[in-house]
T-cell receptor, first 109, second 113 residues
Framework: GQNIDQPTEMTATEGAIVQINCTYQ??????LFWYQQHAGEAPTFLSY??LDGLEEKGRFSSFLSRSKGYSYLLLKELQMKDSASYLC??????????WGAGTKLIIKP | IAGITQAPTSQILAAGRRMTLRCTQD?????MYWYRQDLGLGLRLIHYSNTAGTTGKGEVPDGYSVSRANTDDFPLTLASAVPSQTSVYFC????????????FGEGSRLTVL
């Protein structure tokens, strides 16, 4: 079966750096996506990786290793507004998105 | 800028009743999707439409139906609601057929008693 694993919850301190990991087992691979979802709101797109390596976008970076079935989202200079759930999703060989359950990130002052 | 509008925002429904969740976009994107989100689970695809006039089944289509008469509207119907359909429903649109960059509506919280 297809599976996306990410930690249920993480806690970090304002101003610090946090890394949210995602491992996947899917039938085929056509890209990995990270979304942010604040409580009670809709998910919003953060990043996309299809090749191995690091994609940087401001304070957020996303890394992919296809051979390991592994990605991480790196958040730098954490702000209170970064408190949210972060969803990892993989597009399989049928171009369907398979979603992880999300990682709830709690930022403490 | 509206983007994607879902209605209703929230609804409590008796089991056995019929319910239609509405989704309208003004982004002129071809691909549209309906997901449900339940605590502890990832988003699950119910139905999708790659373009007006076509629809397809997702991971959890049973008990739901959709139609796509035009580009802008993609309603989701529960013919006879059951308590297991209590969930938050998100409509999403994609700029291309095979893109994972989706834009989501604000969601419809449905409770079936």
């Amino acid at each position: 079966g297809q599976n996306i694993d990410q930690p249920t919850e993480m806690t970090a301190t304002e101003g610090a750096i946090v890394q949210i990991n995602c491992t996947y087992q899917t039938s085929g691979f056509n890209g990995l996506f990270w979304y942010q979802q604040h409580a009670g709101e809709a998910p919003t797109f953060l990043s996309y990786n299809v090749l191995d390596g690091l994609e940087e976008k401001g304070r957020f970076s996303s890394f992919l290793s296809r051979s390991k079935g592994y990605s991480y989202l790196l958040l730098k200079e954490l702000q209170m507004k970064d408190s949210a759930s972060y969803l990892c999703a993989v597009m399989d060989s049928n171009y369907q998105l398979i979603w992880g359950a999300g990682t709830k990130l709690i930022i403490k002052p | 800028i509206a983007g994607i509008t879902q209605a209703p925002t929230s609804q409590i429904l008796a089991a056995g009743r019929r319910m239609t969740l509405r989704c309208t976009q003004d982004m002129r994107h071809n691909a549209m999707y309906w997901y449900r989100q339940d605590l502890g689970l990832g988003l699950r695809l119910i139905h999708y439409s790659n373009t007006a006039g076509t629809t397809g089944k997702g991971e959890v289509p049973d008990g739901y139906s959709v139609s796509r008469a035009n580009t802008d509207d993609f309603p989701l119907t529960l013919a006879s609601a059951v308590p297991s359909q209590t969930s938050v429903y998100f409509c999403a649109v994609g700029s291309g057929t095979n893109t994972g960059e989706l834009f989501f509506g604000e969601g419809s919280r449905l409770t079936v008693l």
